[in-house]
């Protein structure tokens, strides 16, 4: 990280994800959100969010809000339903983004994680349950694959500007 910002003054690193933006971000455009169901889902919901706003989106972010605090996800519904994609990252029984999708009418892109305790089975678990959603607009990605879920929340938002500027 060192050699890095001594070469590249203008980088910024993003230490949960270990993500390293070199040039800063483009102006925000649309809306996205980016939401983790514990704090130990933070650093792939993070690269989610680094990748989405490396392209333009503007992304609002929310930790620590799934479904066993049910009241946390409620308190954020209102801003959650203004974004054209939510990246929805969960590990333990994945049932994060299956709510969410309930809840909203845009997509929600499922990010499983590796943690959590009991069988989670290093992110199978969750990926299982995230492909058995049965809420409709569910897309899910890899086990970790923030990168992933992050570009494609910023490719949907970019397709929703587009329906505005030419109705």
Known sequence: NARLIERYPDCRFFEKSGAIVIGGFPPE??????????????????EAYVTARSMGAAVETHWDIGVAGLHRLLSKIHGLRESRAIVAVAGMDGALPGV???LVDCPVIAVPTPVGYGASFHGVAALLTMLNACAPGVAVVNIDNGFGAGYLAALINRIGQGREENP
């Not at 455009?29 to 993070?46: F, R």
């Open 29 to 46: 455009t649309g809306k996205i959100s980016v939401i983790s169901a514990g704090t130990s889902d933070i650093a792939t919901a993070e």
């Open 100 to 102: 969410v999708a309930g």
